[in-house]
């Protein structure tokens, strides 16, 4: 009978470990090591230069080598496992493997960590850069790399998304890794951009930034699509910038987008170029990124 009871404990014990490691990201290491896994899971991305970037993905059900792979970009809250879970109903519809890399506050502290990709050293006010291998940007296409290798995925491009602080992310790599293997690009309700303009300051523009001419002409020949909810327009929204170059670029979100969108139609003209980009609306959606993906995936995914 005691060693029944001594089983039974150790089943118990064994049962409780696993309920408890299901809860921590990091038990999901071990489970994604096996390719066969499906859902919702977690790795840890750390095959670049910069600090290791935890991954919050879901694999559809119905994944081949030839499902189509989707990097989503969080919010300034930098909660990327609430961004998978409000994409994974989308990534398993449309047989999509579904990406999000987490850059957290601690190792990409503020805007300058994060939106605008750890390009410059944050004490110089935009005077001297990291090195190049440095940028947040530059994660982006080795974890690709390390996705098709990881799930046997025979892709070579991949589609990207980004919201909010994300959105900023998104449009900004685009100037800054001009190479980016991206097939379909939607930067959706950023609070402030970039603009593709040398005559502006970098971040608000691009003059004393990195990037160079040739790398604007091929950002404005991207499939870049500025999603942007209607409702997204309130003038205090608690994260919307302020500051007099922002305020340029219109009262909020929704304004600001059209102001980039506008932007980069008069630079794709003044270049003599095919302007790729396009602008389109989500009626009755305001800063909810979980709305946005419901018109974001069908832009996406033809």
């Given at each position: 009978?005691?060693?029944?009871?001594?089983?039974?404990?150790?089943?118990?014990?064994?049962?409780?470990?696993?309920?408890?490691?299901?809860?921590?990201?990091?038990?999901?290491?071990?489970?994604?090591?096996?390719?066969?896994?499906?859902?919702?899971?977690?790795?840890?991305?750390?095959?670049?230069?910069?600090?290791?970037?935890?991954?919050?993905?879901?694999?559809?059900?119905?994944?081949?080598?030839?499902?189509?792979?989707?990097?989503?970009?969080?919010?300034?809250?930098?909660?990327?496992?609430?961004?998978?879970?409000?994409?994974?109903?989308?990534?398993?519809?449309?047989?999509?493997?579904?990406?999000?890399?987490?850059?957290?506050?601690?190792?990409?502290?503020?805007?300058?960590?994060?939106?605008?990709?750890?390009?410059?050293?944050?004490?110089?006010?935009?005077?001297?850069?990291?090195?190049?291998?440095?940028?947040?940007?530059?994660?982006?296409?080795?974890?690709?790399d390390f996705v098709k290798t990881k799930y046997q995925s025979t892709q070579s491009q991949y589609s990207i998304y980004g919201h909010s602080a994300g959105s900023q992310f998104v449009h900004r790599l685009i100037y800054f890794v001009p190479q980016a293997r991206v097939s379909n690009i939607i930067t959706a309700n950023a609070g402030w951009y970039t603009a593709p303009d040398f005559s502006i300051d970098f971040p608000y523009g691009l003059n004393n930034s990195p990037v160079s001419k040739e790398s604007l002409k091929q950002a404005l020949q991207k499939p870049v699509t500025i999603l942007l909810?209607?409702?997204?327009?309130?003038?205090?929204?608690?994260?919307?910038?302020?500051?007099?170059?922002?305020?340029?670029?219109?009262?909020?979100?929704?304004?600001?987008?059209?102001?980039?969108?506008?932007?980069?139609?008069?630079?794709?003209?003044?270049?003599?170029?095919?302007?790729?980009?396009?602008?389109?609306?989500?009626?009755?959606?305001?800063?909810?990124?979980?709305?946005?993906?419901?018109?974001?995936?069908?832009?996406?995914?033809?």
């Amino acid at each position: 009978m005691a060693l029944f009871m001594n089983k039974s404990c150790l089943m118990g014990f064994i049962l409780t470990s696993m309920l408890l490691l299901s809860t921590n990201p990091s038990a999901h290491i071990l489970v994604e090591n096996n390719r066969e896994v499906t859902g919702k899971h977690f790795f840890v991305f750390d095959q670049w230069a910069g600090p290791s970037l935890n991954v919050w993905a879901y694999k559809p059900s119905g994944y081949s080598a030839n499902s189509k792979i989707l990097m989503v970009m969080h919010g300034t809250n930098r909660d990327a496992d609430r961004y998978r879970d409000e994409w994974s109903k989308h990534a398993e519809k449309y047989n999509v493997l579904l990406i999000v890399p987490q850059y957290t506050k601690a190792d990409f502290p503020r805007a300058n960590g994060y939106n605008l990709g750890n390009v410059f050293v944050a004490s110089s006010n935009y005077q001297q850069t990291n090195p190049r291998s440095e940028w947040a940007y530059s994660a982006i296409e080795p974890l690709f790399d390390f996705v098709k290798t990881k799930y046997q995925s025979t892709q070579s491009q991949y589609s990207i998304y980004g919201h909010s602080a994300g959105s900023q992310f998104v449009h900004r790599l685009i100037y800054f890794v001009p190479q980016a293997r991206v097939s379909n690009i939607i930067t959706a309700n950023a609070g402030w951009y970039t603009a593709p303009d040398f005559s502006i300051d970098f971040p608000y523009g691009l003059n004393n930034s990195p990037v160079s001419k040739e790398s604007l002409k091929q950002a404005l020949q991207k499939p870049v699509t500025i999603l942007l909810g209607e409702a997204d327009n309130d003038p205090n929204h608690k994260h919307l910038r302020r500051a007099k170059e922002a305020m340029v670029q219109g009262p909020h979100r929704f304004a600001r987008g059209h102001y980039f969108y506008a932007a980069g139609q008069q630079a794709a003209n003044d270049l003599q170029l095919e302007f790729n980009w396009q602008l389109k609306t989500v009626p009755n959606v305001g800063h909810k990124n979980g709305l946005m993906a419901e018109a974001a995936i069908l832009a996406l995914i033809p």
